[in-house]
């Protein structure tokens, strides 16, 4: 089992601000269900968990990839 499964929708929002995107993109409510897990939201709404894990991952990755700024003097 993936460990994001487990986790409330609340908790994964709260680690990454993008996976709200995601969660919207696929009509999975986060804040007033939040307390749901990942596999229950979509259980519920007959989504592929899957589906919603691979595009949790890519937004996970755009986070963690953080632009190099160089200043010259």
Same mark, same amino acid.
């Given at each position: 089992?993936?460990?994001?499964?487990? $986790?409330?929708?609340?908790?994964?929002?709260?680690?990454?601000? /993008?996976?709200?995107?995601?969660?919207?993109?696929h @009509?999975? !409510?986060?804040?007033?269900?939040?307390?749901?897990t990942?596999?229950?939201?979509?259980?519920?709404? !007959?989504? /592929? =968990?899957?589906?919603?894990? /691979?595009?949790? !991952? $890519?937004?996970? $990755?755009q986070?963690?990839?953080?632009?190099? =700024?160089?200043?010259? @003097?």
């Amino acid at each position: 089992m993936n460990t994001l499964s487990s $986790k409330t929708l609340a908790q994964i929002v709260n680690s990454n601000y /993008k996976a709200a995107s995601v969660f919207e993109n696929h @009509h999975l !409510d986060f804040c007033c269900k939040g307390k749901r897990t990942l596999e229950q939201a979509c259980t519920e709404s !007959d989504i /592929k =968990i899957e589906e919603v894990l /691979k595009e949790l !991952d $890519k937004a996970e $990755k755009q986070v963690n990839r953080l632009p190099i =700024i160089m200043i010259f @003097h």
